[in-house]
């Protein structure tokens, strides 16, 4: 079964910077897409940012300029780095990743544990 890793949460005061890292192992033939969702007390889960196949790059508006992704295929990992973080940032985080495995011939979408940010006014 896929599993998704996550890991880089913590706490960081408004300003400051933290980066996410998640990692997908097991059974994976290939990744088509890659990307970092959140979700904060009583709101929806949200896209913050995604890398799909062809390095085409989607952020939410409220992320642009601030945050990056950025992906090591040879390691099947995926990284957010967050940088001049806002209070309004605080939720918690997590992977998602479109993957086929060696074991179907299709796509899945799966998703990580989540990690909690939270920024301190």
């Known amino acids: 079964q896929v599993q998704l890793v996550e890991s880089g949460g913590g706490l960081v005061q408004a300003g400051g910077s933290l980066r996410l890292s998640c990692a997908a192992s097991?059974?994976?033939?290939?990744?088509?897409?890659m990307g970092w969702y959140r979700q904060a007390p009583g709101n929806k889960r949200e896209l913050v940012a995604e890398?799909?196949?062809?390095?085409?790059?989607n952020y939410a508006d409220s992320v642009k300029g601030r945050f990056t992704i950025s992906r090591d295929n040879a390691k099947n990992t995926v990284y957010l780095q967050m940088n001049n973080l806002k209070p309004e940032d605080t939720a918690v985080y997590y992977c998602?990743?479109?993957?086929?495995?060696?074991?179907?011939?299709?796509?899945?979408?799966?998703w990580g544990q989540g990690t909690q940010v939270t920024v301190s006014s």
């Open positions: 998602n990743a479109a993957i086929i495995t060696t074991y179907a011939p299709y796509e899945n979408t799966y």
């Open positions: 097991r059974s994976i033939f290939s990744i088509n897409r």
């Open positions: 890398m799909a196949s062809g390095n085409r790059l």
